[in-house]
């Protein structure tokens, strides 16, 4: 079977570098518009960072994975064409701040319709708005050329940092088809696909609609959690209890379970937020606006305990940071991944800059971080230096494992540590001469 994936980024490259290891007869071929990201795929310095994905590439590129930029000539040779690019928050016009940005999107139904001279399965990858399915069947079936052409829902529930890990072994896959012979028949075609590593119990069918709404809704959830533990830390923080203690003893009710409960400074990334709001938006379109209101205090209280953070630091460090030097370990918005995109920590700090602070940054993948006035360095003890404070933001393992002791020796006192993901030992922090705050539980203070 000739797979093409439209979108060379996050999902398409790691989900068609993992079904060409475990589909060795199929070919699958990656196209993008931008030629640079190819070339990049095509190297040995490939564009993104996950765990395992560089053996992976090295093992099928060239064997039965492709990467090319000459999309036309991939939709024409296709069985079956992916469409994962980007479906990033509109912000212009009509649902500007809350709808997806469904551009670039629709070019590929255009794409699609223009190249295509045989039928072909269009499978949504990317993260969409319920009923997107029928716009690309609009599109689709509006050419002169009637080829058929069948549109399915297969959204993606990797996690970047995890992704090879999770595309291996998904704790389901989804597939959403009309109730036509085509589709069922196209939906069984795809599931053949996955039944080449994927148990037949872990790939669901459903309607396209509730696929669709399936992913957002599932982000949703993640992130309602992540908004819910940290409104407790707040409380935590406000009365004396610790958000740690807190959390374990609600977790471990079988009925909540205990992942997605430590607090922090919030959620990341290029998906959540997008999502949510497009799910407020998609609810106040049907006229839903209690519904729409729930799930737009997810986002706010996500941003409150991003701006909660910085007030706390600018209070503990005696209410001025102007001139002082101050650390940052971490910037990708979680470990095991250098994207950066709606990171906490590029909030955070940007809200250090306009207090005049001198913000230091390291992290162990991510290099940029698009705010004027931050500096990068190569170590988080050059970092550290003669810093007021050291903020940890991206739960890297190698930020546990460094030498506080040597770091402390190395600031300036009194020395400040703002542990966001509450990864470090507080005590024995205290205990070297630290001024330890973290998430949701009091400060452990030199006084
Ligand atoms: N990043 C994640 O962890 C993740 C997880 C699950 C789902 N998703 C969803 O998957 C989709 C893609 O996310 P991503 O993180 O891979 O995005 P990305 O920005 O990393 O990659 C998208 C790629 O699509 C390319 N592109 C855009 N229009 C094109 C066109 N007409 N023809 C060819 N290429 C085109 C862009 O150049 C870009 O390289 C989004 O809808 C996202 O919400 C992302």
Avoid at 169 to 195: E, H, M
Avoid at 417 to 434: E, P, S, V
Wanted: charge should be neutral.
């Amino acid at each position: 079977m000739e797979v093409v994936c439209i979108g060379a980024g996050y999902v398409g490259g790691p989900t068609m570098a993992v079904m060409a290891k475990m589909c060795p007869k199929d070919r699958f071929t990656v196209v993008d518009v931008d030629a640079n990201r190819i070339d990049a795929w095509n190297s040995d310095r490939l564009p993104i960072y996950e765990p395992g994905l560089d053996e992976i590439v090295t093992m099928c590129r060239g064997r039965n994975l492709f990467f090319s930029a000459d999309v036309p000539a991939a939709i024409r040779k296709a069985d079956i064409v992916f469409v994962s690019v980007n479906t990033p928050t509109k912000l212009y016009g009509e649902g500007a701040f809350f709808a997806s940005d469904m551009k670039y999107y629709e070019q590929t139904a255009r794409d699609i319709l223009a190249y295509a001279d045989s039928d072909k399965i269009v499978v949504e990858k990317s993260t969409v708005p319920v009923r997107t399915a029928a716009t690309m069947s609009r599109i689709l079936c509006s050419g002169k050329q009637k080829h058929n052409f069948v549109v399915l829902s297969n959204p993606e529930f990797m996690a970047e940092g995890t992704a090879v890990q999770d595309l291996c072994a998904p704790d389901r896959v989804l597939i959403g088809g009309d109730d036509t012979p085509a589709a069922q028949s196209a939906v069984n075609r795809l599931a053949g696909l996955y039944s080449q590593w994927v148990p037949a119990n872990r790939v669901l069918k459903a309607s396209v609609w509730s696929s669709e709404l399936s992913k957002l809704a599932s982000n949703a959830m993640l992130a309602q959690r992540v908004s819910s533990v940290n409104s407790l830390a707040a409380l935590c923080e406000a009365s004396g209890a610790d958000v740690t203690e807190v959390s374990k003893a609600v977790g471990m009710d079988g009925r909540i379970g205990p992942r997605f409960l430590e607090a922090g400074i919030g959620f990341g990334g290029s998906c959540f937020t997008k999502d949510i709001l497009n799910l407020v938006y998609l609810c106040r379109h049907y006229g839903l606006e209690n519904e729409a209101e729930y799930w737009h205090q997810v986002v706010k209280m996500n941003a409150r305990q991003r701006e909660r953070f910085v007030s706390r630091i600018v209070a503990a460090m005696f209410n001025t940071l102007s001139g002082k030097r101050v650390a940052l370990f971490g910037l990708a918005f979680k470990s095991d991944t250098g994207d950066t995109r709606d990171s906490p920590a590029i909030t955070i700090a940007e809200g250090l800059v306009r207090e005049q602070a001198e913000v230091v940054i390291h992290d162990p993948k991510a290099s940029s971080a698009g705010i004027p006035g931050v500096s990068f360095v190569q170590t988080p003890y050059e970092a550290a230096a003669w810093a007021h404070a050291v903020l940890l933001l991206t739960n890297w393992k190698e930020y546990v494992e460094l030498d506080y002791a040597r770091i402390f020796d190395s600031m300036q006192k009194p020395a400040f540590l703002f542990d966001g993901r509450n990864l470090l030992d507080h005590h024995k922090l205290h205990a070297m001469g630290f001024n330890v705050y973290p998430v949701g539980k009091p400060a452990l203070e030199h006084f």
